[in-house]
């Protein structure tokens, strides 16, 4: 598959999910009324608005203005490690699992890949194609925090 045409294809999906979350929400209102929860929520909403925002620098820089692409990763990965990094700080000691953790790894090798992207080099990957597969598992990791999130919001409303 081109990589331009994966990027459109995950920035719409990213996208999607964002509206599908936002959906949810709007039938759990008393969500936002509980400061930890709305930060929960918001840290969901984070998950899939920022691989769909580098998706679409992706295919904005490309391979034409690999400059593009690399600071708007190391930018929104930067944005991305810090929110996954306090919201793991903010669950941790509820026995949570360690999703947001592994974001912000998740997000930190984004960000080094949009600022030494030679890195990947011994990989016979070209950076922008590591990048995706990175932005993949975190994808993967946003749908676990949407687990962990729904199962934990369930016991609070049975509570």
């Given at each position: ?24 929400v ?7 009324r ?19 925002l580098?998706?679409?620098f992706?295919?904005v ?31 941790a000691?509820e ?18 890949i ?20 990175l932005l993949?598992?975190l ?12 199962r ?8």
């Amino acid at each position: 598959m081109d990589i331009s045409t994966f990027y459109g294809l995950f920035s719409a999906t990213c996208f999607t999910l964002v509206g599908l979350w936002w959906n949810v929400v709007q039938g759990h209102p008393q969500w936002l009324r509980d400061s930890a929860l709305r930060r929960a929520v918001g840290g969901v909403y984070l998950a899939f608005l920022l691989p769909a925002l580098m998706g679409l620098f992706a295919q904005v820089g490309g391979s034409d203005s690999p400059s593009v692409w690399r600071v708007s990763f190391l930018v929104i990965s930067l944005v991305g490690a810090v929110s996954a990094i306090r919201l793991f700080s903010l669950t941790a000691e509820e026995g949570a699992a360690p999703y947001q953790a592994v974001a912000g790894v998740l997000y930190g090798l984004v960000a080094l890949i949009g600022l030494v992207p030679e890195l990947v080099s011994p990989l016979g990957l070209a950076p922008i194609q590591a990048a995706a597969l990175l932005l993949i598992l975190l994808i993967v990791i946003a749908h676990g925090l949407v687990w962990e999130f729904m199962r934990r919001a369930a016991v609070r409303d049975d509570a």
